[in-house]
Structure formats: C-alpha cells, structure tokens
C-alpha cells in the first residue's frame, strides 16, 4: 500500500483513542500540505500539455498544432475545480478552468499582453491527492525566446522532470544546446518519447537508439532510459475508458516509474518527519497515562505542591527555549551579511566587464543602419544574455551555499530542544518517581526543498530589465551621454538584480527560518502539555469516587494496550523507510 494513506488511515486510527489531539490534526496538515514539484519540459509541440492531461485524465492545460503554451501552469490538488491566474503586479483573479486558454496561450495572450505571471489550476485529480504539483511550462526553442529561459529557470526548483521528446523530427539543437545547459540536474530526467503512434516498430526503435545516443553524448551519462508513448492516445483511451488502447499507449510505465520516484525521493522525507511527529504523540500520551496512574499513590497534598514545583521548573525551560532562538536569529544574521559580501564580491568581479561589453555592442551597432526599436531590441537581448550568465549559476550556488549554512544552524537548535524535552521527561520522572521515557529524534528537513521551490520570483527575474533597458535607452542623444548612460543603466540593472536575489535569498530563508522555529516550539510544547494536563488529571482522579476512578484506570489501561500496538507498527514503517 501506498505511504501517504497508510499514514491517514494510522492518523484516523489514534483520532479514535486520543480525539482532538493538536498533534494528530499537525500530522495531517503535514501530510496533505507537502508538495513533489514535478516540471514538464520540452521542445515546442512535443505534446507537453498532452501528456499532462494524459496523466491527470481530464483536458486541463490546453493544447495545440501551434506553438501554444506561453505562461507557466502550475496545477495542484483541490477538492473542486478552479484556477487562479497571478498577474504581475501580483494581483489575482480566479477563473473557470475552461478559461485558462484566455491566459496561457501564445495565441490569446499574444506576447503576454495581458500581464499574466503565472496560473494555478486547482484539480481534483487522483494523481494530484497524492502530493504532486505539475508544472507546463512553454516550448524551448521556439520563436519566442521568453519561453525558453522560463523552462530553464524551473529546473533546480523541481523535484523530478519529464523531458519530452517526439520522432518528428528527433532531437534537435534547441534541445541538445538545452541538454548541455542544463547537465547537472539530468539526474531527476526521465526521458520520454512522445507521438509512438506515428511511426512504425521498426521505425520507433531507430528513432529510440537515435536519441540515446544523442542523449547520452550530451548529457555525458551512459544509463538513460527512454520511455515511448503515446500520450494523445493514453488521454483519449483514459476519456474513453479503452483498456487496449491505454495499454498501446505505454503510458503505464512512465507513470509507474514516475509514482516510484516520487514515493522514494520525496514522500519518505515527509513520512518518517509525520511518523515521528505520531511516535511523539504516543509517547506523550503514554507517559501521560504512566503519571496518571503512578501518582495515585500519593496524597492530595504531596502530588499538589510538585505539580507546583513542576510548574516552575517548566517556566525556566521557555526562558531558555527563548534565549535558543535569539541566538539562531542572531546566527541567520550573520548568513545575510555574508550573502552581502558575496554580492559586493560578485559585482567586483562582473560589472565592469558588463559595462565594457554593453558599451561596445552600442558603439558597434550605432554604426550600423536601423531603427530605434531594433536597436533596442538588440541591446535588451544581449542584457538579457549577459544577466542571466553572471545570475543563473551564481544564484544557486548561493542557494546551495546558504542551504547548509542554514541546516547547520537549524540543526544546532534541535540538538538543544531535543535536550531540553529530555530534561523535562527526566524531571517528571524523579519528581514524581514514575520512570517516563522521552522520545527525541534527528528531524531530517524536509523545508529544504521548499527552500529552492520559490516560483514567484523566478518570472520576476526575467521581466524587470527588460524595461528597464527600453525605457532608458538614450539612442537619440549625443554618443558620449549615450555610453554613459549605457553605464548608468547597466549599473542599475545590475545593483536592482542583485537586490532581487538578495530579497528572494533572504525572504526564503526568513520564511523556513520561521517554520522550522516553530516545529521544534512545538515539538518542546506537545510534551509540556502533555505532562502538565496529565498533572491535572491526576489531581482530579485523586479526588473522584471509588467506581469513577476504577472506570477511568481501567480506560488508560486499555488505551496504552492500543498505543502500544500502534507505536509498534509505526516503529517498523520507520524501519521500512530508513531502508
Ligand atoms: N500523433 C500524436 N500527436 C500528439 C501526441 N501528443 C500530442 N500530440 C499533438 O501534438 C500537438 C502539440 O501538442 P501539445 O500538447 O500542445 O504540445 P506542447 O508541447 O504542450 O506544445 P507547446 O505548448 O506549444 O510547447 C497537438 O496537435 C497534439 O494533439 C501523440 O502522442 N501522438
Ligand atoms: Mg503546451
């Protein structure tokens, strides 16, 4: 069975013992909140869009004879149907699903007049309950040279990638160029074959060896593995419920093998994090019910004044829970200043060089006879070009960088919090001499990946200069105001972009900062309040009459009977995983 409803099902299970546990509802939310970023690239009319409804079974992203999707789709799982479209003044606006045409399409939304960023389809897809987001992105190579850095910006945000190929014809350059630039993350690439059904067997095994070889050269692995499908027949044979036909289609396999890497890659992160969030609420609640129990031996009057004892011991604790993450803040500080650093370091090193090239693009072309608008075109073309060579590596190696600085950091924090659940299970066990068991893990993070799926800025990247250039750009004036404005400008440019990825870096590491502090709050409060309400449940059992409290003990009893059972399954699933 699959891991995620395995877990609900557990979830549901110990809603029945223990109802309205804040811990249980967390576990949930985790489970149903974690995403597996799975991107679709590919030359244009490969049949992107068609294989993403083939494998949602429903005609979502549109599809075309002609170059087509011009906006990045992002679709998720959604109870109903909708879709959102992001504009980029950040405003939104929710749609029909049928409209999304309107908005994605290079032939309704001509060169993005109108302002799209990107849509969101909400979908009730089985496929998508899993925990899976699919992104369409717009063809490489096609005349709209926009569309191809867009699907090259996505790939160190994602999870997995489709490369979509088709034989007619095999690889071209707009693909090889895009396989060379995009080397390091070939690894997370399944490879597939589109359009089987117009060629024949033999054909399709030509077409197959083709572009392995193609694909071997120039991905420089010797194991790649291409899947051919029929991606227009498995939507029509999943419409029309045609068992033969999706069999011919072969869409089968790419499913299961992108179902297997997903569940390997990603879920198990997530799952182990959930179990052990469910291994802790047992725990808690066993040890709860331990206190309950082994308290009852005391007088009213001795389990009063160390319950009071506990409560001030428990105050010390948040004291220095609070202390930990002044110090993590102060910690994350220092990782922004040496971002600052690496950015003056990055600007030494490139701008002035940028300025060189930029100045002599415009003395040579001024030369040359055309009009303002080429002119600028050139200029705004070459920008891009050079921004996003000095950006798109450099970004994410600060990324990466970054990234461990931070897990180091995170990591320290939960050591400390780890202690400090052990110091409270430890003195609840000699204050009331009950020997209590603490449960502590090594949380691995699974935000880490949240850390590089940042989608929003992204688009962001490839729009501000554009403008910027256009509307600065001083052709009608003197040539030596004119260099010096190039000047102007390319600084500005440079300095806004930094400032972008700066605000981008920072604001990620702000908002993981944030969720990871919380987690571990309340990995420390869970336990916290489980003893102390334990605490006040004993006191009050003190209190009951005879019949009333052997009801109750004969119900913990029972309980810890059933926990114990589950914590025992959940142990072994953990193993499974850890595997
Ligand atoms: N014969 C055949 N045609 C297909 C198949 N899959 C898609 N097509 C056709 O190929 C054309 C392009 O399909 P799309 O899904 O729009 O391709 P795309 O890659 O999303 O195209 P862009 O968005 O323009 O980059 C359409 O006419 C599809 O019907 C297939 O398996 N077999
Ligand atoms: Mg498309």
Avoid at 55 to 79: A, E, F, K, N, R
Avoid at 154 to 175: H, I, K, N, Q, T
Avoid at 189 to 200: A, G, R
């Amino acid at each position: 069975m699959e891991i995620k409803p395995l877990l609900k099902e557990k979830i549901k299970a110990l809603s029945q013992i223990t109802p309205n546990s804040s811990a249980l509802k967390k576990a949930e939310q985790k489970l149903d909140e974690e995403q597996f970023n799975l991107v679709v690239v590919g030359q244009f009319k490969r049949g992107k869009s068609t294989f993403i409804n083939a494998l949602l079974s429903d005609t979502i992203v549109p599809s075309s004879i002609l170059p087509l999707t011009s906006i990045v789709t992002i679709i998720q799982y959604s109870d109903t149907k909708k879709a959102v479209v992001k504009f980029l003044d950040n405003h939104e606006e929710t749609i029909n699903v049928s409209e999304i045409e309107k908005y994605v399409t290079e032939k309704h939304n001509p060169e993005n007049k109108l302002q799209v960023k990107e849509v969101y389809v909400y979908h009730p897809s089985e496929y998508l309950k899993k925990g899976v987001r699919i992104i369409d992105t717009p063809g490489i190579g096609s005349v709209f040279k926009h569309n191809t850095d867009v699907a090259y910006s996505f790939l160190p945000y994602c999870d997995a990638a489709v490369f979509l190929m088709s034989p007619d014809p095999p690889l071209g350059e707009a693909e090889i160029e895009f396989l060379k630039n995009v080397k390091v993350y070939t690894e997370k690439f399944f490879f597939v074959l589109n359009k089987i059904d117009i060629v024949s067997e033999d054909e399709l095994d030509e077409v197959v060896e083709f572009n392995r070889n193609l694909l071997k050269e120039y991905t420089g692995s010797d194991d790649i593995k291409i899947y051919p499908i029929s991606a227009r027949n498995a939507l029509k044979a999943k419409l029309n419920k045609d068992a033969n036909l999706l069999e011919r289609s072969n869409m089968i396999q790419i499913e299961r093998a992108l179902d297997e890497f997903i569940a390997k890659e990603r879920m198990n992160i997530i799952a182990t994090s959930v179990i052990n969030t469910l291994l802790r609420h047992i725990n808690n609640e066993l040890t709860s019910y331990k206190l309950q129990k082994e308290t009852q031996k005391l007088s009213v009057e001795s389990l009063k004044e160390k319950v009071e004892k506990f409560s001030k011991f428990i105050e010390s604790v948040r004291e220095e829970a609070e202390e930990y993450e002044y110090i993590l803040d102060k910690r994350i500080d220092k990782i922004y200043k040496e971002l600052d650093e690496e950015i003056e370091i990055l600007k030494e090193k490139e701008l002035p060089s940028l300025i060189e090239k930029m100045q002599e693009h415009f003395k040579e072309k001024s030369k040359e006879k055309m009009s303002t608008e080429e002119f600028e075109n050139f200029m705004t073309q070459k920008m891009n070009e050079y921004i996003l060579q000095i950006f798109t590596n450099w970004r994410k190696e600060q990324s990466d960088i970054i990234s461990e600085k931070v897990e180091v950091v995170y990591n320290d924090l939960a050591k400390k919090i780890n202690q400090k659940i052990e110091d409270v299970i430890n003195t609840a066990s000699s204050l009331f001499d009950v020997k209590l068991n603490a449960y502590v893990d090594s949380e691995k993070l699974t935000q880490k990946s949240d850390f590089y799926f940042m989608l929003e800025d992204q688009m962001g990247i490839l729009n501000i200069f554009a403008t910027t250039f256009r509307t600065k750009l001083p052709f009608f004036i003197g040539k030596k105001i004119a260099q010096k404005h190039i000047k102007n400008t390319t600084v500005e440019l440079f300095d806004r972009h930094c400032g972008r990825v700066r605000y981008d870096l920072t604001k990620r590491v702000r908002e993981t900062t944030f969720r990871f502090k919380d987690q571990l709050k309340d990995k420390l409060d869970l336990t916290i309040e489980a003893i102390q309400q334990a605490l006040e449940k004993a006191v009050k059992l003190k209190t009951e009459n005879e019949k009333r409290s052997e009801e109750i003990l004969k119900e913990i009893e029972k309980n810890t009977k059933l926990l114990l059972k589950h914590k025992e399954e959940l142990e072994q699933l953990k193993k499974q995983l850890s595997t």
